[in-house]
Every structure is written in structure tokens, then in C-alpha cells.
């Protein structure tokens, strides 16, 4: 009984904090979610260094901001574009090369990849926790009703849902969103009909990576410590995300990472006994969807032909 | 015949490698010793990794949780009983176990048994689906077991770790951990198993065409890699005297998966040779994370973390120009060397000649 | 004549399409059947839920064991298929490509191992015994075939017709009582054809096989098959003996430019 305490008694004004933080929370892990499935949709690989790609971006706002003391508005914008490079980069230099190689070889790449990143911030930037820098605008509390909630906290499910509608416009709406989608349903096919492989899979990963950008900032103002291994746990976590909704399907992304984000938050509010385990709600998910509907929840079902 | 010439030159090579290892325990001093001995445990968990990733294609990320099994199962059960409570002063120990003391052979074996019993609950729902998943559920379950440590405090004491391990480090136990190790994954691999594994590799839907049941045979090389990563785990429990979660981060894992991407994945002698020159370079190279001074001047570029990133570099390098590493899926056998020593350039004009 | 392998109307939908309609098969022990028609038509489709690599949306697939005892294997899977005695060879020929010959044939031969995997690490008596017998069956094999001498070349740097030969081999190791090809005969010119042709009937002979194949070469077709069942668009369109099919004029359209002996 006691174990259900925290169940039991929790107040109205307390879950709707609970609800606000687990909107925010997932709202972070679908933009971070929409770069793998994205990259797997594509090129049917894990791009396991996108989580590291959220952790350099909180370090260029750290050095944009509190470093050279350039506005934050100005910063952000650069981080956006600054991390979107480093996507193209890295899909260039680590990923194009291996495009024939046997399936393992670029998953070795890619968490060697990850593995590069990670030791390079903690040698460029030393392991020791740095702050992102606090934006009053954004970090104030506002009181509503009998709550007291993070401005950020309103502001990341709007930034969000614009993120979203943009990505869906250009996806759907624009020749190269159709030839994405072409590149993910048949690779060969999209080639010989003339479409530039190349460019397609680097737009893929500049968008997701601007995507993980965005995500990013906002992450680093609700979560500000940040250390050259804040993106592994997140990273892990929103690849599951994607596998959950279905992977390869962007809107499966951006419902895998609520279902965690609020997974996440209200279990630990219900049942704060187990806020040590709460890193493992992601991987139970996990294996309840790889046993009772493995391609995901708005995933279709393929066969393999032989 | 060719089985019992080699049987017999092999057993030569491990009594002369045992009494070399007699030599360094007797006479090198600590230092050397420790680097000995993290070089043959790196190796047997190396070697553990292959079964999966390199023989098997199953690519598993899991070494670090399996090690972890291991290390603190012979952490929790060697530790003397009156030490304990000095040990586990924030939380006492479960009472459960708090008295079962064993002799760390038999910790080991536990400890292994252990870790294939967690792989075996591991494999069960992500062996049957897609291989790119089982790098991420892998990878996963070794966090969330690291977790699981961290908090379970009254049995492994969370995050405070354990401490006062009896030490192992005589080098000739560890060679023979190792040496057994090597001959029984050697003596798998050539057998029916082992091909098994190897076909699966090759192409899982012939292989599952010629009556192996794909699922019952990536489970066993699944538990038999665990097994030996827990074993390892467990003799680097010992070697080190203390365990701590934060050991068995996954990036622990990161340093085998250099190992078998160099020495080449699918080789048995290679996981010997990547082990050794990742162990040695993760030593030696500790110079680079120190500051360096050349004629007074301070180059900038040295600082800790160096050597890490250095680390990195050669695995990314290896993946993209050298993806067989030294060994592939070749072997150092026998024949091969006889066939050298009676004739060293003849050895590679044939090679060259049979591609 | 006693039965051997039955489909019961078994039809394969993938979505809105279907691949196959209502597939009535009945194969005969020791007979050789041909599964001919148009490229598209369902062959391979056919094949696949026989074997278990497809589950099909409707009817069975019975199998009659050596005991005389009907079994239902309908989405069975593919390992279980291979130990109850149906073996098979594929399309685009998936050799092991990176093992060596000898490798690839005695691989087959695992099935029939019985000892558990610690009495084969450790090569404890019972299973050298097992090991030894499969390998005395194995160089049978390959002797046979004249790939002996080849054993340790790399699977992949053979000539494409021993590729194939192999492949074959590789099924019968497993030791099958029924053996579906896959178009033995694709890619090979009229000499390695007419060898085919005979090794064909050769192994059915010696190993007391039955044989199912798909085939587009009509000649080897025609030559040894004892009867034909002709598939269009999912559909059976025909079934009979040789000379039949030859004539039937259903046939004879949906192929239009019926390929000639080459």
C-alpha cells in the first residue's frame, strides 16, 4: 500500500506540474527522435553520434553566449546552423564512405562516431559540468493558477509543434521533401530516376541535426548542466522513441518521444520510489514493443523478399 | 596427422607461455605485472565479444553489464565476512548473502553462470528481431544493469562501491583463466557449433535453410559471450581490489569493440593481438594527457583527454580504411607457420599467388 | 504412388495483392515436378510458403514423413522444415560466400547433430563420432561432384556453374527426402545444362529424392520432369504431363515467345 502512496495522494495543481513537465519532456525527445528515424528511414542505419550532436550544440550556446557574449538570440540561430553542419560533416566523413560496406562497418563508424565526439568534448571543453547559460526571458517562473511553471516550460511544446509543421511542410509540400520520401521508400530506384543521392542524405541530416539543435537549446535551458556525455541517455532514449512510434515514420517519432517523455515524468511522480530507475522505463517500453508489435506502433509491417 | 601435431605443438606453447608467465610474476615488477594481467583479462573479454559480434554477426554492445555481473559477484561474495560491515557502512549488507563467503575460482564461475543467465533474459525477446536493434538493446540493458547496481544498495552497496576485494593479481592464475578461455572458444569455433555461428554470419536465411534454428543458436553464442565477459569482469574485479558503477560505463565496452575492429573481427589470434596493442597503447600513451614540454615551451595540444580522443581516431580510422583490422577472419595456425620458417619469402609469393 | 507433399488452396496476399491464388499441388514420391510460368507469376512466392519463409494467408501445406505420417506444416519454420526433410536451393544462390567449400557442405550436416554444444567444444567421444561420420558423408559428396579437389577455395571464387553445383550439394548434405531448386538452370549455357539435366536425374536415383523445381529453361523441363504445373498471375493455368502442357494452348499464351531450346 504504501508503495501506491504517492499514487493516491497527489493533488490536482501537482499533476498538472507533472503533466506540463511530461508535455515539455517529450516534446524535447521527439525533435531529438526525428533525427534517427529520419536516418533510418533512409539509410537503415543508427546514426548514434545524433545524441552527441545535441551535447555540441548546448557546448556552442555555452561558448556563444558565455564565452564571446554574443546575444542570445544571434547564438542560437548560429548553434542551429552550426550543428546542422556538423550533421553534413559527419555523415560525410564517416558515413558516405561506407555506404557499401557490409551493415556492421557503419554501425562500428557510427558509434565510433559518437565515441570521437564524446572524448573531444571532454577534451576540448574538460569533463568538469558547465552551465548553459540562463536566459531570464526564457527560465523565469509564471504563475498559473495555483502552479508555478518555467517559461520554457509553455515555450518548448510551441517551438515544437512550429519545428514540426515546417518539417511536415517541407517533407510533403516540397520537391525535396518528395525526394526524400522517395529516397526512403527505394534507394535504387530514386537514384535511376536522377535524383541526387548525395544531396538527399546530407538534407536529411542537416534537418534533423537543425531539429536536435533546437530541441537542444531548449533542453539546455529546462536542464542546464551540461558534461560531454548529456547526450547518450537522451540519445538512446529518442531511438527507442522512434522504434516505438515506428521507424522510418516521422510522426511515429514525435509520438514515441511523448509516450517516453510523459512515461518518464509521471512515473517517477506517481511512484518516487523508483525515480532511480526511471532511465529504464525507456528500454521496458522497448521490449514490450519488440515482442507484441515490433515494426512499431504506426510502423507497417514489411516482409523480406527472398 | 595434422589434429595431433597441432594439439601437441599447442600444448607446448601454453607450458612455455605458462612458465613465462611464472618469469613476470616472480620477477617484473608491479607495474609490468598490471599491464600483463589487464592485457590478458581485455583479451578474454576481447575474445568474448567476437563470439557474438565477429563469428556469430550478432552485433552485442553489452560486455560492460556482463563485466560488471562479474566483477561484483566476486566483489560481494570474496570480500571476508568481517570486513563486510566496514564496507557496507551506509547500508548494511542483505542478510540473505551477507554471510556466504567463496573462494574467487568459484566466484568466477558464478559470476559467469550469472551473466548468461541475464543474457539468456536479455536474448530472449531481441535475438529474434532485427540485428541494428540489438547494438541499441544491448547497449541499453548494460546501463540499465549498471543502474540496477547503483541502486540495489543493500546487495552490491549502490554507488559507494565495493572495496577490500582480496587482490588477484598473480599473473600465472590470470594466464591460466585465460589460456582456458582461449582453448575452449578455439575448440568451439571448430566445431559443428562454431560453423553454425559462422553460417549464420555468412547469411542467416541459407543458414536457417540447412536446419539451424537461427534464434537457439544466437542465444548460445549470446550466454557463452556473457559467460566469458563475466568471467573477465570478475578477474578484473579482483585484479583492481575495488568495484565501482561507474567502471562499467558502456563506454568500457567502446575499448573491446577497438580491440575486434583491429585485431579483426572473426579471428581468434587477432582478439590476442588487439588486446595486447589496445592494453599497451592505453598505457603508454597516458604520456599524451600529460603537458609536454620540448625545450622549455609548453606544446598546448597535450592535456588529459588526449589520449582518449587519440583512441577514438585509430577506431574510426580502423572502421574506414582498414575494416578487416590486422588478423579479418584469418588465423595464426600451425600450418601457416611452418610453412613460414621453411620458407619466409616463398610464404607470401604463395599467398599472393592463390588470390 | 504415395503422397509426399500437399498444398490445400494456398493463396499469398501481400496487402491488396495477391501472389497466389489457391495453389493446388500434390507431389509424389520419387516423381520430378516442374513449376513453370512467366516471370511475376508466383514461383519463387510458391516455393517460399512451402518452405516456411512465408506464412500464407490462406490453406495448408501438408507433408507426408517417411513413417506414412501426415504433417501439417503450413508456416512451420524454416529450420524445423529442413529437419523434417525438405530442403531447398535459391534464386540468386546464397552460398556462404566467405567459407570454403568443405565448409559450406558439412555446415549442412549440423542438423544431424545430436550432441550438445559442450560435448562438441570439448570433442568428447560421442560427438567426434557424429563429427566423423558427417565428414566420411561429406567428401562422398563432394568426390561425387568432382568439387573435392576444390574443398578449400573460398566458396565465392568458384566458376558460377560449380557455384551452383555446390549449392545443390550443400541441400542434399541435409539429406532430404524432398528437394526444391530454385531455378537450377538460370545462366547456364546449353553444356552445363545438359549436365544439370543428368545430375538431376542422377541424384534423384542414387538419394532416393523427390524433386520440385521452378524452371524457365523448357528444355531440361521437358526432358525430366514427370509432371508440370504452369502458374500466370497467381493463377494454375495448367498441370499435367509433358506433352500435355506442350500443347495446351493456354500455355503456350501466356508465355507468347515461348523460349526456344537455346
Same mark, same amino acid.
Given at each position: 500500500?504504501?508503495?501506491?502512496?504517492?499514487?493516491?495522494?497527489?493533488?490536482?495543481?501537482?499533476?498538472?506540474?507533472?503533466?506540463?513537465?511530461?508535455?515539455?519532456?517529450?516534446?524535447?525527445?521527439?525533435?531529438?527522435?526525428?533525427?534517427?528515424?529520419?536516418?533510418?528511414?533512409?539509410?537503415?542505419?543508427?546514426?548514434?553520434?545524433?545524441?552527441?550532436?545535441?551535447?555540441?550544440?548546448?557546448?556552442?550556446?555555452?561558448?556563444?553566449?558565455?564565452?564571446?557574449?554574443?546575444?542570445?538570440?544571434? &547564438?542560437?540561430?548560429?548553434?542551429?546552423?552550426?550543428?546542422?553542419?556538423?550533421?553534413?560533416?559527419?555523415?560525410?566523413?564517416?558515413?558516405?564512405?561506407?555506404?557499401?560496406?557490409?551493415?556492421?562497418?557503419?554501425?562500428?563508424?557510427?558509434?565510433?562516431?559518437?565515441?570521437?565526439?564524446?572524448?573531444?568534448?571532454?577534451?576540448?571543453?574538460?569533463? $568538469?559540468?558547465?552551465?548553459?547559460?540562463?536566459?531570464?526571458?526564457?527560465?523565469?517562473?509564471?504563475?498559473?493558477?495555483?502552479?508555478?511553471?518555467?517559461?520554457?516550460?509553455?515555450?518548448?511544446?510551441?517551438?515544437?509543434?512550429?519545428?514540426?509543421?515546417?518539417?511536415?511542410?517541407?517533407?510533403?509540400? &516540397?520537391?525535396?521533401?518528395?525526394?526524400? $520520401?522517395?529516397?526512403?521508400?527505394?534507394?535504387?530506384?530514386?537514384?535511376?530516376?536522377?535524383?541526387?543521392?548525395?544531396?538527399?542524405?546530407?538534407? &536529411?541530416?542537416?534537418?534533423?541535426?537543425?531539429?536536435?539543435?533546437?530541441?537542444?537549446?531548449?533542453?539546455?535551458?529546462?536542464?542546464?548542466?551540461? &558534461?560531454?556525455?548529456?547526450?547518450?541517455?537522451?540519445?538512446?532514449?529518442?531511438?527507442?522513441?522512434?522504434?516505438?512510434?515506428?521507424?522510418?515514420?516521422?510522426?511515429?517519432?514525435?509520438?514515441?518521444?511523448?509516450?517516453?517523455?510523459?512515461?518518464?515524468?509521471?512515473?517517477?511522480?506517481?511512484?518516487?520510489?523508483?525515480?532511480?530507475? $526511471?532511465?529504464?522505463?525507456?528500454?521496458?517500453?522497448?521490449?514490450?514493443?519488440?515482442?507484441? $508489435?515490433?515494426?512499431?506502433?504506426?510502423?507497417?509491417?514489411?516482409?523480406?523478399?527472398? | 596427422?595434422?589434429?595431433?601435431?597441432?594439439?601437441?605443438?599447442?600444448?607446448?606453447?601454453?607450458?612455455?607461455?605458462?612458465?613465462?608467465?611464472?618469469?613476470?610474476?616472480?620477477?617484473?615488477?608491479?607495474?609490468?605485472?598490471?599491464?600483463?594481467?589487464?592485457?590478458?583479462?581485455?583479451?578474454?573479454?576481447?575474445?568474448?565479444?567476437?563470439?557474438?559480434?565477429?563469428?556469430?554477426?550478432?552485433?552485442?554492445?553489452?560486455?560492460?553489464?556482463?563485466?560488471?555481473?562479474?566483477?561484483?559477484?566476486?566483489?560481494?561474495?570474496?570480500?571476508?565476512?568481517?570486513?563486510?560491515?566496514?564496507?557496507?557502512?551506509?547500508?548494511?549488507?542483505?542478510?540473505?548473502?551477507?554471510?556466504?563467503?567463496?573462494?574467487?575460482?568459484?566466484?568466477?564461475?558464478?559470476?559467469?553462470?550469472?551473466?548468461?543467465?541475464?543474457?539468456?533474459?536479455?536474448?530472449?525477446?531481441?535475438?529474434?528481431?532485427?540485428?541494428?536493434? %540489438?547494438?541499441?538493446?544491448?547497449?541499453?540493458?548494460?546501463?540499465?544493469?549498471?543502474?540496477?547496481?547503483?541502486?540495489?544498495?543493500?546487495?552490491?552497496?549502490?554507488?559507494?562501491?565495493?572495496?577490500?576485494?582480496?587482490?588477484?593479481?598473480?599473473?600465472?592464475?590470470?594466464?591460466?583463466?585465460?589460456?582456458?578461455?582461449?582453448?575452449?572458444?578455439?575448440?568451439?569455433?571448430?566445431?559443428?557449433?562454431?560453423?553454425?555461428?559462422?553460417?549464420?554470419?555468412?547469411?542467416?536465411?541459407?543458414?536457417?535453410?540447412?536446419?539451424?534454428?537461427?534464434?537457439?543458436?544466437?542465444?548460445?553464442?549470446?550466454?557463452?559471450?556473457?559467460?566469458?565477459?563475466?568471467?573477465?569482469?570478475?578477474?578484473?574485479?579482483?585484479?583492481?581490489?575495488?568495484?565501482?558503477?561507474?567502471?562499467?560505463?558502456?563506454?568500457?565496452?567502446?575499448?573491446? %569493440?577497438?580491440?575486434?575492429?583491429?585485431?579483426?573481427?572473426?579471428?581468434?589470434?587477432?582478439?590476442?593481438?588487439?588486446?595486447?596493442?589496445?592494453?599497451?597503447?592505453?598505457?603508454?600513451?597516458?604520456?599524451?594527457?600529460?603537458?609536454?614540454?620540448?625545450?622549455?615551451?609548453?606544446?598546448?595540444?597535450?592535456?588529459?583527454?588526449?589520449?582518449?580522443?587519440?583512441?577514438?581516431?585509430?577506431?574510426?580510422?580502423?572502421?574506414?580504411?582498414?575494416?578487416?583490422?590486422?588478423?579479418?577472419?584469418?588465423?595464426?595456425?600451425?600450418?601457416?607457420?611452418?610453412?613460414?620458417?621453411?620458407?619466409?619469402?616463398?610464404?607470401?609469393?604463395?599467398?599472393?599467388?592463390?588470390? | 504412388?504415395?503422397?509426399?507433399?500437399?498444398?490445400?488452396?494456398?493463396?499469398?496476399?501481400?496487402?491488396?495483392?495477391?501472389?497466389?491464388?489457391?495453389?493446388?499441388?500434390?507431389?509424389?514420391?520419387?516423381?520430378?515436378?516442374?513449376?513453370?510460368?512467366?516471370?511475376?507469376?508466383?514461383?519463387?512466392?510458391?516455393?517460399?510458403?512451402?518452405?516456411?519463409?512465408? !506464412?500464407?494467408?490462406?490453406?495448408?501445406?501438408?507433408?507426408?514423413?517417411?513413417?506414412?505420417?501426415?504433417?501439417?506444416? !503450413?508456416?512451420?519454420?524454416?529450420?524445423?522444415?529442413?529437419?523434417?526433410?525438405?530442403?531447398?536451393?535459391?534464386?540468386?544462390?546464397?552460398?556462404?560466400?566467405? +567459407?570454403?567449400?568443405?565448409?559450406?557442405?558439412?555446415?549442412?550436416?549440423? +542438423?544431424?547433430?545430436?550432441?550438445?554444444?559442450?560435448?562438441?567444444?570439448?570433442? +568428447?567421444?560421442?560427438?567426434?563420432?557424429?563429427?566423423?561420420?558427417?565428414?566420411?558423408?561429406?567428401?562422398?559428396?563432394?568426390?561425387?561432384?568432382?568439387?573435392?579437389?576444390?574443398?578449400?577455395?573460398?566458396?565465392?571464387?568458384?566458376?558460377?556453374?560449380?557455384?551452383?553445383?555446390?549449392?545443390?550439394?550443400?541441400?542434399?548434405?541435409?539429406?532430404?527426402?524432398?528437394?526444391?531448386?530454385?531455378?537450377?538452370?538460370?545462366?547456364?549455357?546449353?553444356?552445363?545444362?545438359?549436365?544439370? !539435366?543428368?545430375?538431376?536425374?542422377?541424384?534423384?536415383?542414387?538419394?532416393?529424392?523427390?524433386?520440385?523445381?521452378?524452371?524457365?529453361?523448357?528444355?531440361?523441363?521437358?526432358?525430366?520432369?514427370?509432371?508440370?504445373?504452369?502458374?500466370?498471375?497467381?493463377?494454375?493455368?495448367?498441370?499435367?504431363?509433358?506433352?500435355?502442357?506442350?500443347?495446351?494452348?493456354?500455355?503456350?499464351?501466356?508465355?507468347?515467345?515461348?523460349?526456344?531450346?537455346?
Amino acid at each position: 500500500m504504501e508503495f501506491f502512496q504517492g499514487f493516491l495522494n497527489m493533488s490536482g495543481a501537482s499533476f498538472a506540474q507533472h503533466m506540463v513537465n511530461g508535455i515539455s519532456l517529450g516534446s524535447l525527445y521527439a525533435l531529438i527522435a526525428i533525427g534517427y528515424t529520419m536516418v533510418y528511414g533512409i539509410l537503415l542505419m543508427i546514426n548514434f553520434a545524433h545524441g552527441d550532436i545535441v551535447m555540441m550544440a548546448c557546448y556552442f550556446a555555452y561558448f556563444g553566449i558565455t564565452i564571446f557574449h554574443v546575444p542570445w538570440y544571434f &547564438t542560437f540561430i548560429g548553434v542551429i546552423v552550426a550543428t546542422a553542419l556538423l550533421g553534413a560533416v559527419i555523415e560525410r566523413m564517416a558515413y558516405r564512405p561506407l555506404r557499401d560496406a557490409p551493415k556492421n562497418s557503419v554501425l562500428i563508424s557510427a558509434i565510433g562516431a559518437s565515441f570521437l565526439l564524446e572524448n573531444l568534448a571532454n577534451y576540448l571543453f574538460s569533463g $568538469r559540468p558547465m552551465s548553459f547559460p540562463d536566459i531570464p526571458l526564457l527560465s523565469q517562473n509564471i504563475a498559473v493558477g495555483s502552479i508555478k511553471i518555467q517559461a520554457i516550460s509553455l515555450v518548448i511544446p510551441v517551438i515544437t509543434v512550429i519545428s514540426l509543421l515546417a518539417l511536415l511542410h517541407i517533407v510533403n509540400h &516540397t520537391k525535396t521533401g518528395m525526394a526524400m $520520401r522517395a529516397v526512403s521508400k527505394d534507394y535504387e530506384i530514386a537514384r535511376v530516376m536522377g535524383i541526387n543521392i548525395d544531396n538527399i542524405i546530407s538534407m &536529411t541530416f542537416i534537418i534533423g541535426s537543425a531539429l536536435a539543435a533546437i530541441g537542444a537549446i531548449m533542453w539546455g535551458i529546462r536542464y542546464p548542466g551540461i &558534461t560531454p556525455y548529456l547526450g547518450v541517455m537522451p540519445g538512446l532514449k529518442c531511438f527507442i522513441a522512434a522504434v516505438i512510434g515506428g521507424i522510418g515514420n516521422i510522426k511515429g517519432a514525435v509520438l514515441g518521444g511523448f509516450i517516453l517523455g510523459l512515461g518518464e515524468i509521471l512515473i517517477v511522480a506517481f511512484f518516487p520510489e523508483l525515480s532511480g530507475y $526511471r532511465d529504464a522505463f525507456a528500454f521496458i517500453v522497448l521490449i514490450i514493443i519488440l515482442f507484441y $508489435r515490433p515494426t512499431g506502433i504506426l510502423g507497417e509491417r514489411t516482409t523480406e523478399k527472398v | 596427422m595434422k589434429n595431433k601435431r597441432d594439439l601437441i605443438l599447442s600444448a607446448i606453447l601454453l607450458i612455455v607461455l605458462f612458465c613465462v608467465s611464472w618469469f613476470v610474476n616472480g620477477e617484473l615488477d608491479s607495474y609490468v605485472r598490471r599491464i600483463v594481467n589487464l592485457c590478458l583479462i581485455y583479451a578474454i573479454i576481447g575474445l568474448s565479444m567476437n563470439v557474438t559480434n565477429g563469428f556469430t554477426g550478432q552485433f552485442s554492445l553489452g560486455q560492460a553489464g556482463f563485466m560488471a555481473i562479474g566483477a561484483y559477484t566476486v566483489g560481494i561474495f570474496t570480500v571476508p565476512v568481517e570486513l563486510r560491515a566496514n564496507v557496507f557502512y551506509a547500508v548494511p549488507m542483505n542478510p540473505l548473502i551477507a554471510g556466504i563467503q567463496m573462494p574467487v575460482w568459484l566466484a568466477l564461475i558464478v559470476g559467469g553462470l550469472l551473466a548468461a543467465l541475464v543474457a539468456f533474459l536479455i536474448g530472449t525477446p531481441v535475438l529474434r528481431l532485427r540485428g541494428d536493434y %540489438l547494438a541499441i538493446a544491448t547497449l541499453g540493458f548494460s546501463e540499465i544493469i549498471r543502474i540496477c547496481i547503483t541502486n540495489a544498495s543493500s546487495f552490491t552497496n549502490g554507488a559507494l562501491g565495493i572495496k577490500d576485494i582480496p587482490p588477484l593479481n598473480d599473473v600465472r592464475y590470470i594466464f591460466v583463466v585465460t589460456a582456458i578461455t582461449f582453448a575452449f572458444i578455439a575448440a568451439l569455433i571448430n566445431s559443428s557449433y562454431g560453423r553454425a555461428f559462422k553460417a549464420i554470419r555468412e547469411d542467416e536465411i541459407a543458414a536457417e535453410a540447412m536446419g539451424i534454428n537461427l534464434y537457439k543458436h544466437k542465444c548460445l553464442a549470446f550466454m557463452i559471450s556473457a559467460f566469458f565477459a563475466g568471467i573477465g569482469g570478475g578477474l578484473y574485479g579482483a585484479l583492481l581490489g575495488t568495484v565501482d558503477p561507474k567502471n562499467f560505463l558502456f563506454t568500457l565496452t567502446y575499448n573491446f %569493440l577497438l580491440i575486434i575492429v583491429l585485431g579483426g573481427m572473426g579471428s581468434i589470434t587477432g582478439s590476442m593481438l588487439g588486446a595486447v596493442i589496445v592494453t599497451a597503447g592505453l598505457e603508454y600513451l597516458r604520456i599524451f594527457d600529460e603537458p609536454l614540454e620540448i625545450f622549455g615551451t609548453m606544446i598546448p595540444l597535450f592535456r588529459p583527454g588526449l589520449r582518449m580522443v587519440m583512441f577514438s581516431a585509430l577506431l574510426m580510422a580502423c572502421v574506414l580504411f582498414w575494416r578487416h583490422g590486422i588478423m579479418g577472419t584469418r588465423e595464426i595456425t600451425w600450418s601457416k607457420l611452418i610453412a613460414f620458417c621453411k620458407n619466409p619469402l616463398g610464404f607470401f609469393k604463395r599467398k599472393g599467388a592463390s588470390q | 504412388m504415395s503422397s509426399i507433399l500437399k498444398t490445400n488452396a494456398v493463396t499469398m496476399q501481400f496487402g491488396g495483392v495477391t501472389a497466389v491464388n489457391n495453389l493446388e499441388l500434390e507431389i509424389n514420391e520419387h516423381e520430378i515436378v516442374a513449376l513453370i510460368g512467366p516471370n511475376g507469376a508466383g514461383k519463387t512466392t510458391a516455393f517460399n510458403m512451402i518452405t516456411g519463409v512465408y !506464412t500464407p494467408t490462406k490453406g495448408t501445406v501438408v507433408y507426408t514423413d517417411n513413417n506414412g505420417k501426415e504433417c501439417d506444416i !503450413t508456416g512451420m519454420k524454416l529450420s524445423e522444415i529442413a529437419k523434417i526433410g525438405i530442403a531447398r536451393t535459391f534464386q540468386n544462390i546464397r552460398l556462404f560466400k566467405d +567459407l570454403t567449400v568443405y565448409e559450406n557442405v558439412i555446415i549442412a550436416k549440423h +542438423l544431424h547433430i545430436k550432441s550438445d554444444f559442450m560435448s562438441a567444444a570439448l570433442h +568428447l567421444p560421442w560427438y567426434n563420432e557424429e563429427q566423423t561420420k558427417a565428414e566420411i558423408e561429406v567428401e562422398g559428396l563432394l568426390r561425387k561432384v568432382d568439387l573435392w579437389d576444390m574443398r578449400e577455395e573460398k566458396a565465392s571464387s568458384l566458376p558460377y556453374g560449380k557455384q551452383r553445383r555446390l549449392e545443390i550439394v550443400r541441400a542434399l548434405a541435409t539429406e532430404p527426402r524432398l528437394l526444391l531448386l530454385d531455378e537450377p538452370a538460370a545462366g547456364m549455357n546449353p553444356k552445363e545444362t545438359e549436365e544439370l !539435366t543428368s545430375f538431376i536425374k542422377e541424384i534423384r536415383d542414387e538419394y532416393n529424392l523427390t524433386i520440385f523445381m521452378i524452371e524457365h529453361h523448357m528444355g531440361l523441363v521437358m526432358e525430366i520432369s514427370d509432371r508440370i504445373y504452369v502458374l500466370d498471375f497467381g493463377e494454375t493455368i495448367a498441370k499435367g504431363i509433358p506433352s500435355e502442357i506442350q500443347n495446351n494452348q493456354r500455355v503456350i499464351e501466356a508465355y507468347l515467345g515461348v523460349d526456344e531450346d537455346a
